[in-house]
């Protein structure tokens, strides 16, 4: 008798899922729960359309420089990052562990007239799967809502392809990003739902390096990228205290 197919093991953490799920209506909605990823939104674009370009000897002013491409968005919500990156000419797969946040996204999508292979799946399940390796693999703020951080970053790792790349943003911890990204955005500010992020698994640069070492994988950064309320926009920054970016490349 044959023995029956074990499911990967999962690095997601249900909570996390549920809390997400529960907003799933609200992801485009510009001034609810996921206001902040709005705003958010075009600096990281700006950091991602300039190192895929980079990186693949692009031009980032051409009209869809990417083309050709494939890419993965992992953990991608409604679509904010999904949309754009297939606007710029990346065969894009967007991947979330919510099936209520993929059902949003693929119907956001389609009223747009985009063609995003939209999934409910997890890294894990992807490998099981065989789906990939992919050019560019975007871990946008995902990494500090996982269970496992150190197996998550080496799984999405695995599937960027030979001479791709994968940009990974998160969180520091630091009692800066306490007073900032916890109580203030959370309580204070109220930008984002009480309860969004727990600040004991954010993580700082060293320990994504120490994620990463000993696989066959290099690591640049970390990138800093700050909101500055004079201005009412975020922009790259050398303080990565509270948000920040790394870049990580197969070897």
């Known amino acids: 008798m044959a023995a029956a197919p ?7 953490d249900p909570n996390e899922v549920a809390r997400f799920s529960a907003l799933a209506e609200r992801w485009w909605d510009a001034t609810g729960p996921f206001a902040p990823l709005h705003r958010f939104n075009p600096v990281r674009l700006g950091f991602i359309r300039d190192r895929a370009a980079e990186r693949f000897g692009r031009d980032p002013k051409a ?13 991608c919500g ?13 065969k894009v797969t967007g991947v979330d562990a919510s099936e209520r946040n993929i059902g949003a996204a693929r119907a956001h999508a389609e009223a747009q007239g985009l063609d995003i292979d939209y999934r409910a799946s997890t890294a894990e399940g992807l ?12 871990n946008m703020e995902v990494i500090e809502h996982v269970a496992d951080p150190s197996a998550f970053l080496i799984d999405t790792a695995s ?29 204070v500010l109220r930008w984002i739902p009480a309860g969004t992020h ?23 950064g970390p990138y800093g990228v700050e909101y500055r309320p004079l201005e009412g926009r975020w922009t790259e920054t050398t ?13």
Do not use: C
């Open 6 to 12: 074990q499911t990967p093991a999962s690095s997601i």
């Open 63 to 75: 009209p869809r420089p990417f083309e050709g491409l494939s890419l993965l968005d992992i953990g």
């Open 78 to 90: 409604g679509g904010l990052l999904s949309e754009p990156m297939t606007r710029l000419g990346f």
């Open 127 to 138: 490998k099981a799967e065989g789906v990939g390796p992919f050019d560019v693999v975007l």
């Open 159 to 187: 599937l960027v392809a030979p001479g791709g790349m994968m940009i990974v943003a998160t969180l520091n911890r630091t009692l800066k990003s306490l007073a900032l990204a916890k109580v203030g955005a959370e309580y």
């Open 198 to 220: 727990d600040w004991s698994k954010f993580l700082k640069p060293e320990e994504l390096r120490s994620f990463i070492s000993g696989h066959p994988y290099d690591i640049a």
């Open 239 to 251: 303080d990565v205290s509270v948000n920040y970016m790394m870049v990580v490349t197969p070897a």
